[in-house]
T-cell receptor
Framework: QKEVEQDPGPLSVPEGAIVSLNCTYSNSAFQYFMWYRQYSRKGPELLMYTYSSGNKEDGRFTAQVDKSSKYISLFIRDSQPSDSATYLCAMSEIIQGAQKLVFGQGTRLTINP | NAGVTQTPKFRVLKTGQSMTLLCAQDMNHEYMYWYRQDPGMGLRLIHYSVGEGTTAKGEVPDGYNVSRLKKQNFLLGLESAAPSQTSVYFC??????????????FGPGTRLTVL
C-alpha cells in the first residue's frame, strides 16, 4: 500500500464548475499537507499548504485536512481553463530539518471552456 | 533571480552510459533535493542534501549518486544508465524549517531516455 493515494483521473469539467480533488494517507507522522500544481512540461509549484486539521482558503481554492480520517481535499470554485493542470498532493515528515515530501500520483484536470 | 535551473533539459543515453545532471539555485537555500517523476507514480525522492558537503538517501536511491560541493549546486550522477532510469528528473531547493512550512521550489526538469 502506498503511503499516499490519489486518484489519477483524468478529470474533465466545464468552466465554472466546482472541482474536488482528494488524497488519503497512511502515515500518522505526516505534519504538513500540501497541494502542488504542475503545468505540462513544467516543475511543480506550491499552491497551498496546511498544518492542522481544518480548512484554509485562498481565493477560489480551499484546502481541507481531516487528520482523524487521514484524508485531504482541494476544492476549486468557479474553475477556469487556466486551472487545467496536474494537481499533486504532498505530505511531509521533517528529517534533520529538511522536509521529506511524499507525493500522491497526481490528478490531471482539464477545465473545458 | 533565475530560481532553480537544471542542465540539460533533454538527454538520450544508451544502456551502460554515464551522465551527470546539474542543478543550480540562486536563492541561497540550504536544502536541495532530487526527485524522479514517472507516469502513475507521482514524484519520488532520490537523494537530498541539508547543506554543503552533506547528502542523504531518499526513497529510491539505487543506481544514483549525488554530490554537493558548493551550496548552490547539487549534482545527480548515473554511473551506468539502465532503461528503468528513463524518467523526468526534478531538482528542488528550500530554506531550513523555521516554525512553518519550508516550501520547496522546483526546477523545470530534465527528460532522460535510456535506450
Amino acid at each position: 500500500q502506498k503511503e499516499v493515494e490519489q486518484d489519477p483521473g483524468p478529470l474533465s469539467v466545464p468552466e465554472g464548475a466546482i472541482v474536488s480533488l482528494n488524497c488519503t494517507y497512511s502515515n500518522s507522522a505526516f505534519q504538513y499537507f500540501m497541494w502542488y500544481r504542475q503545468y505540462s512540461r513544467k516543475g511543480p509549484e506550491l499552491l497551498m499548504y496546511t498544518y492542522s486539521s481544518g480548512n484554509k482558503e485562498d481565493g477560489r481554492f480551499t484546502a481541507q485536512v481531516d487528520k482523524s480520517s487521514k484524508y485531504i481535499s482541494l476544492f476549486i470554485r468557479d474553475s477556469q481553463p487556466s486551472d487545467s493542470a496536474t494537481y499533486l498532493c504532498a505530505m511531509s515528515e521533517i528529517i534533520q530539518g529538511a522536509q521529506k515530501l511524499v507525493f500522491g500520483q497526481g490528478t490531471r484536470l482539464t477545465i473545458n471552456p | 533571480n533565475a530560481g532553480v535551473t537544471q542542465t540539460p533539459k533533454f538527454r538520450v543515453l544508451k544502456t551502460g552510459q554515464s551522465m551527470t545532471l546539474l542543478c543550480a539555485q540562486d536563492m541561497n537555500h540550504e536544502y536541495m533535493y532530487w526527485y524522479r517523476q514517472d507516469p502513475g507514480m507521482g514524484l519520488r525522492l532520490i537523494h537530498y542534501s541539508v547543506g554543503e558537503g552533506t547528502t542523504a538517501k531518499g526513497e529510491v536511491p539505487d543506481g544514483y549518486n549525488v554530490s554537493r560541493l558548493k551550496k548552490q549546486n547539487f549534482l545527480l550522477g548515473l554511473e551506468s544508465a539502465a532503461p528503468s532510469q528513463t524518467s523526468v528528473y526534478f531538482c528542488a531547493s528550500s530554506k531550513p524549517l523555521a516554525g512553518g512550512n519550508n516550501e520547496q521550489f522546483f526546477g523545470p526538469g530534465t527528460r532522460l531516455t535510456v535506450l
